[in-house]
Each structure stands twice: as C-alpha cells, then as structure tokens.
Nanobody, 114 residues
Framework: VQLQASGGGLVQGGGSLRLSCAASGSIFSINFMGWYRQAPGKQRELVAGGISGDSTEYADSVKGRFTLSRDNAKKTIYLQMNSLKPEDTGVYYC?????????WGQGTQVTVSS
C-alpha cells in the first residue's frame, strides 16, 4: 500500500486547509484510514480516522472543526480543517491499516500562524 499525501501549507489562525491522501497498491481489505499529526516535541497523535464503513473518531481537540471524508472511487481520503489554531501546527501523516500491517504516507507540514 502506498499513500500519497498533499495539501499542507501555511495559514493564518481561523483559516482552513484540506489535506488529501490517495491510496494505491494492494488496498484490498484496508480496514482503517486516517490522519495523525506530530507537533514539535510531542508524540504522534491520531487526529481523525475510522474503520471503513463505520463512524469516524476524532481527537477531542479537533471535534467540530475537522472533518474526515472519503471518495472510494478515487481511493482518497480528505481531512477538511476549519477554524485552524496555532496548536494545530505539526506534520500530518496519512495512515492506513490492513490486517496487522501499518502504512504511512509522507508527512505534510501544516503551520498555523497566530
């Protein structure tokens, strides 16, 4: 499974960004996809993710501001990020799980200025 992430950038606080993650390769039976982020000096944390066909879980800090969506035909997931805050700054990683195997996309930097 290969994951290609895009969409990061620099935005002012209160602004919006949309991240995209396109999956390719042996995507059959992927049972979880989502986004993690890692802020400087902090551990990587789950931002939003879900089991295919089931509800999405969100980090408490992003509930009501971020929305995870899927386009199955394009094998792509999106993370719409609204009302961004400086504390949302970090490297965002697309993630997929298939069985016991974990797959990571390259990180994309999101920087929110105050």
């Amino acid at each position: 499974v290969q994951l290609q992430a895009s969409g990061g950038g620099l935005v002012q606080g209160g602004g919006s960004l949309r991240l995209s993650c396109a999956a390719s390769g042996s995507i059959f039976s992927i049972n979880f996809m989502g986004w993690y982020r890692q802020a400087p000096g902090k551990q990587r944390e789950l931002v939003a993710g879900g089991i295919s066909g089931d509800s999405t879980e969100y980090a408490d800090s992003v509930k009501g501001r971020f929305t995870l969506s899927r386009d199955n035909a394009k094998k792509t997931i999106y993370l719409q990020m609204n009302s961004l805050k400086p504390e949302d700054t970090g490297v965002y990683y697309c993630y997929a799980r298939r069985g016991v195997n974990n797959y990571w996309g390259q990180g994309t930097q999101v920087t929110v200025s105050s």
